[in-house]
């Protein structure tokens, strides 16, 4: 199925917790898709951004979504409400590059392009920053599903980790640096954990995308393939087991994890693919 966007580039996607909808987030809009309906227009228009949305993603009831932007700041929607506003801002002093919400719920991590990272406490509003590498772009940034660590890759190819303290009840989360990993060559562009937590994958302008153990942040795999150009996002399995990328060639590809091969290519587009979205489940007996 495709959706249409009168605009050209979709810089970030994400399913809502349901299943029900897809978000895309693109130059001064993010737009919502019926994934069940064979209508490929947007059944939701979230307007009253001023440049581009880098980054989506949602709660994990559902209630609210969060963006961040080019405009410089971290937006808050609330999905109950029907006038489709912004709840909350969040505003700093460069463009924002990502936004991860910390397992808890409760604090959103925002990456800026001066080199910034940005703790905003939902609770009380508080915020605490830190810079990892001078005049390097955070490019994004995402902590493991059992809330023990956060990764951030900048412009550079620079891969940071911290563990993870406190972040429960009233207590705000405390970052210990624990590594920092010379992922790529050039540019990262992403890291994605794994639904278990073992493993983190960064993708690169370098025409990679590579896997790390978390136990020691030691390389895994590395994916490669001859046609591949810029790897631009990736996602995990709910397995762990599997990763799909988007490649600047236009391309999808399923990759197994323990072997590094391609399992399954997915062609059809014209334009490099920038950004996916997966959501599946394991089935138990």
């Not at 940005?118 to 990892?132: G, I, S």
């Not at 920092?180 to 992403?190: P, T, V």
């Not at 995308?209 to 996602?235: G, M, N, Y």
Request: with cysteine.
């Amino acid at each position: 199925m495709k959706f249409l966007d009168a605009e050209k580039q979709v810089n970030a996607l994400d399913i809502t917790p349901d299943k029900q909808l897809i978000a895309a987030a693109g130059y001064q809009h993010i737009r919502m898709y019926d994934l069940s309906s064979s209508n490929p227009n947007p059944v939701i228009n979230y307007e009253g951004v001023s440049k581009n949305v880098t980054g989506v993603g949602f709660q994990e009831e559902g209630k609210w979504m969060y963006t961040g932007g080019e405009d410089c700041s971290a937006r808050i929607w609330d999905l109950r409400s029907r006038n489709l506003q912004c709840q909350r801002i969040f505003q700093v002093s460069a463009p924002v590059n990502c936004v991860c919400l910390h397992p808890n719920q409760a604090e959103l991590v925002v990456g800026d392009q001066s080199g910034v990272i940005h703790l905003w406490d939902l609770k009380t509003d508080h915020n605490e920053q830190l810079m990892p590498e001078a005049e390097a772009s955070i490019q994004d940034i995402a902590m493991d599903p059992e809330g023990s660590y956060m990764a951030a890759v900048n412009n550079r190819g620079h891969c940071y980790i911290w563990s993870l303290m406190g972040g429960v009840a009233e207590e705000p989360t405390k970052l210990n640096p624990k590594h920092k990993i010379e992922a790529h060559q050039r540019y990262a562009l992403k890291c994605k954990f794994s639904p278990d937590s073992t493993l983190l994958v960064t993708t690169s302008a370098d025409q990679t995308a590579r896997i790390w153990k978390t136990s020691d942040f030691t390389l895994l795999q590395e994916l490669k393939h001859e046609a591949q150009r810029w790897v631009w996002d990736a996602a995990f399995s709910a397995d762990s087991q599997y990763i799909l990328t988007a490649s600047s060639d236009g391309v999808a590809r399923l990759w197994n994890v323990e072997t590094g091969a391609v399992e399954r290519e997915y062609n059809g587009h014209q334009k490099a693919v920038t950004s996916l979205a997966f959501r599946d489940e394991i089935v138990r007996d």
